[in-house]
């Protein structure tokens, strides 16, 4: 505990005007700490399910390229919105194997992707809008409508005249 003591003590300094004195060495660790608070924070343990989640969203969307941090999100919504998410989850593939399916459950996981939104109604919550697969499926042609199509202001001058 020693070594812990002059550790602390060398940021405090030693009297009542030093112990509050920002010093190089603090600033130092301190950006140390913050460049390696996301690494540290990519290895939290995957939720239960997750993987198969995304297995199942993979062969509904018929999509390999499914981004993961957007699928957390909708997977935690999801058991977010419903608690038996999970059991439906694991349901969904036993009735597929058995040539049955729940499509509630795939309508679910479905929506989620392609709108972003999980629920319904006044439960309902939007989780994405620009990662949605709905701006994917036309994205070669138009861009999300949140998105300016011009320098500021362009939305107010009037179109040119046909012909």
């Not at 405090?12 to 005007?17: L, R």
């Not at 993979?58 to 999970?86: C, I």
Request: hydrophobic share 45%; aromatic share 8%; glycine share 8%.
């Amino acid at each position: 505990m020693p070594q812990l003591h002059t550790f602390v003590t060398s940021f405090q300094g030693t009297n009542a005007t030093n112990r509050h004195r920002l010093t190089r060495r603090a600033v130092l660790l301190g950006s140390l700490f913050l460049a390696a608070a996301p690494a540290l924070g990519a290895h939290a343990a995957v939720p239960d399910g997750f993987e198969h989640f995304m297995q199942i969203s993979s062969a509904l969307t018929a999509r390999r390229d499914l981004d993961p941090s957007v699928g957390m999100a909708l997977f935690a919504a999801l058991h977010k919105s419903d608690p038996t998410f999970g059991g439906r989850l694991k349901a969904l593939t036993t009735q597929a194997d058995a040539g049955s399916s729940d499509t509630a459950t795939a309508k679910d996981i479905l929506n989620a992707w392609y709108c972003g939104i999980v629920g319904t109604g006044a439960h309902a919550v939007c989780v994405t809008y620009v990662a949605a697969l709905m701006n994917a499926a036309v994205a070669d042609v138009l861009t999300p409508p949140t998105y300016a199509f011009g320098p500021y202001g362009s939305w107010a001058a009037r179109p040119s005249a046909a012909g």
